[in-house]
């Protein structure tokens, strides 16, 4: 099979190779379509370490090739996803309602992005076949209604973005900043208007993210290089500031401006994946006394997850398919990787048919 293989930091590239083996509880999907996320880019980069050799993304939409021995409840032939992040299900993670850190604790310490497997810790999706584990817990039918593109942003971004809004715990009349509005800030502003949120404040420069943003339900589009955006999100708020912020870049900078802009016992959800360490800034942080929380989420996974999400689309609550700027085959995935890892032609989300 075609798979895209890390070789070197700067090089992800196709490669020929073998079909994977079925165990018991595992799944062989074909890949019909898949995508490449800001994380695969921190690999090519070298910022993340894997293995070289290893098949990257961890998006799929495809069709079940083979099925394990010990694997019911689903059937060769039939459309599914699997999420980004895949637990067991009988973990210590799991079993203590945190599926998505199945796999952090070692006899070493704890290691984060415990349940994030595909592309990262063994095979992953940007390939003609996926071995999916632990088949049972991960597989989700898609509705014959649906799209592949309808349900490509359910893995990964749509649950992550989602998740900020979640974690962030708001509520019915909240006002919420989101600062940075690619394609996990963009789901995390339509999360928080699918909670209930009654202002949403985006942060953001690009004209075309900025639009996208309010079609996916911001009230207001804060400039950053127009000025200050804690102090713009301040003005709009009449000095209040915002009940929940959600820091969807993973910067220094959003991070104190997603801080600086809260209410007293507000809430920062942080999505942001972070290369470095982080200040806290005395006054953003009321000296410890502002009775604010500090929250992050690593993307929700398992079918239950994924069956939600799909709900969601299927009843027209929110259309990602506007993410999707771009599409190649299989065969090109290196062409798409340059074009999204530079973000060029003002690029989203790039679709990989296979």
């Known amino acids: 099979m075609k798979a895209a293989v890390f070789v070197e930091p700067g090089r992800i590239v196709l490669e020929d190779k073998p079909v994977p083996d079925v165990g018991p509880l595992d799944a062989l999907i074909r890949v019909t379509t898949t995508t490449i996320c800001g994380t695969d880019v921190h690999i090519l980069k070298g910022e993340y370490p894997v293995a070289k050799g290893l098949t990257i993304g961890h998006e799929p939409v495809g069709i079940i090739e083979k099925l394990g021995s010990a694997v019911s409840g689903f059937q060769e ?3 599914v996803i699997a999420g980004a992040i895949t637990p067991s299900g009988y973990s210590a993670a799991c079993l203590c309602g945190c599926a998505s850190q199945d796999g952090a604790g070692t006899k070493h310490g ?3 992005m415990g349940g994030w497997r595909f592309g990262n810790t063994i095979d992953g999706a ?3 076949y996926l071995l999916v584990p632990d088949a049972m817990v ?4 898609v509705p014959d209604a649906l799209s592949d593109e309808q349900v490509l942003m359910c893995p990964d971004i749509m649950s992550t973005g989602f998740s900020g809004a979640e974690s962030g715990g708001v509520r019915i009349g909240d006002a919420v900043a989101v600062f940075a509005q690619g394609p996990i800030g963009l789901c995390a502003t339509a999360g928080a208007r699918l909670m ?8 953001e420069s690009i004209p075309a993210r900025q639009a996208m943003a309010r079609r996916l339900g911001a009230d207001d589009v804060v400039d950053f290089s127009a000025g200050d955006p804690a102090e713009q999100i301040l003005a709009l708020t009449d000095g209040r500031g915002v009940d929940v912020s959600i820091e969807a870049l993973g910067r220094q900078s959003t991070f104190e401006a997603a801080l600086r802009v809260l209410r007293p ?7 942001g994946v972070y290369s470095s360490d982080l200040t806290i800034p005395l006054g953003a942080f009321a000296a410890g006394l502002g009775d604010n929380r500090i929250v992050t989420t690593l993307c929700p996974g398992g079918k239950e997850r994924m069956r939600r999400l799909m709900e969601v689309v299927a009843t027209g609550r929110v259309d990602l398919r506007g993410l999707v ?5 299989l065969d090109d995935i290196e062409t798409a990787y340059d074009l999204f890892s530079h973000q060029r032609d003002g690029v ?3 679709a990989i048919s296979c």
């Open 77 to 79: 032939g039939q459309r």
């Open 110 to 112: 704890f290691k984060a």
């Open 126 to 128: 940007q390939a003609e």
């Open 138 to 141: 991960n597989l989700s039918p």
């Open 196 to 203: 209930g949120a009654t202002r949403i404040i985006a942060v």
């Open 265 to 271: 016992g507000g809430t920062l959800s942080s999505l």
């Open 325 to 329: 700027t771009h599409r190649f085959r």
């Open 348 to 350: 989203l989300k790039v």
